[in-house]
């Protein structure tokens, strides 16, 4: 596998860290947790997108494109990172929003991620929930095409396998720091929703014949519908990498059980996670993705399905400015 042939811009601060987390630990009582710290990413407040960007824009660059267009639900992690990529490399980006909530709420509609986006000077309409969002980003690239334009349109989440090879990296990263920690890993879990961080995960962790389990939290789709889409990427970006052999399905593994009322729906298990992490770690998660997967860590914990020898690693895949978008999800005084 030789992931420096293919096109890539520096956007992220990388290796993320790679920590202990000693209170919650002890607050559950074993097994030992840590986590991997892609909130750290550092493009605009970070997250996972930043490392699919890092391929996804180098791609746009190649093409010479001037504007880039994307998708995702009102309060995007995956947007926001693609405005400011936008920004630093000297390109428009466009971006389509769906609501997939039905929230009115001004914090929810304008605050959090949506203020960041514009912030980074990106235009943003808003498409109805269960609008064609890849139809309707071609519809915008044909526009800005006849009006001379070059546009460059990168799929909601960046989860195409040009994508997912921001993942395939991260697993290189996350092994090479397990060998020099002397750390071994059992599992490895996240929040999974359009499935290239997943699908970058499985195919790295393959290609090194890793042993740990990688364990996807969903936070949309129900499991088979979630495991089938991280199948079907995983083998395209094994593809893509020229690999030979392969990839086994039973390497998909999603739990779909923590998704709750749907997308982006708060769920009392959610708001638990992200105050205890708050409260123990001084650790932000968010509502939509990194709190669902560890409300999923936490049960599936509690539950005793993990050996308390045993060295769990979340994957924090950032969302934090969503908090922003959320103010009544916690339960909170207010004054
Ligand atoms: C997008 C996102 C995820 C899910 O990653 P996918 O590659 O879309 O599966 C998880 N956490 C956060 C904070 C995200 O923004």
Redesign the pocket.
């Known amino acids: 596998m030789d992931l420096a042939r293919f096109p890539r811009i520096r956007l992220g601060h990388f290796p993320t860290p790679l920590e202990p987390l000693d209170n919650l630990t002890r607050l559950l009582g074993g097994p030992r947790l840590w986590i991997k710290r892609d909130d750290c990413t550092g493009l605009s407040t970070g997250?996972?997108?930043t490392r699919k960007l890092e391929f996804l824009m180098a791609e746009a660059q190649a093409r010479q494109a001037d504007v880039v267009i994307t998708q995702g639900a009102t309060q995007s992690?995956?947007a926001r990172q693609t405005a400011a990529a936008a920004a630093k490399l000297g390109m428009q980006c466009h971006i389509l929003l769906e609501d997939r909530t039905g929230f009115t709420e001004f914090d929810y509609t304008d605050n959090g991620n949506v203020l960041l986006d514009r912030l980074h000077g990106a235009t943003v309409e808003r498409r109805a929930g269960g609008s064609n969002m890849q139809a309707e980003m071609e519809s915008v690239a044909a526009q800005l095409t006849q009006a001379g334009r070059r546009p460059y349109v990168i799929p909601g989440?960046g989860?195409n396998p040009v994508g997912a090879l921001g993942y395939v990296n991260a697993a290189l990263e996350l092994v090479n720091q397990s060998v020099e920690m002397g750390l071994r890993i059992d599992v490895l879990m996240?929040?999974?929703?359009?499935?290239?961080?997943?699908a970058g995960l499985v195919a790295g962790l393959q290609a090194m014949n890793s042993t740990i389990r990688l364990l996807g939290i969903g936070v949309r789709a129900p499991r088979d519908k979630q495991e089938s889409m991280v199948f079907g990427l995983a083998c395209l970006t094994w593809a893509l990498l020229g690999l030979h052999g392969e990839l086994p399905r039973a390497a998909v593994e999603a739990n779909c059980d923590y998704v709750g009322g749907g997308y982006g729906v708060p769920t009392p298990g959610m708001a638990e996670a992200v105050t205890l992490l708050a409260q123990s770690e001084g650790l932000l998660l968010?509502p939509?993705?990194?709190g669902k997967g560890m409300a999923g860590l936490i049960d599936l914990v509690r539950k005793g399905r993990f050996a308390k020898d045993q060295n769990i690693v979340f994957l924090h895949?950032?969302?934090s400015a969503a908090l922003f978008g959320y103010p009544d999800a916690f339960g909170l005084a207010t004054s």
């Open positions: 997250g996972n997108k992690n995956h989440g989860s996240h929040a999974t929703g359009s499935a290239g961080t997943q968010d939509v993705y990194s895949t950032g969302g």
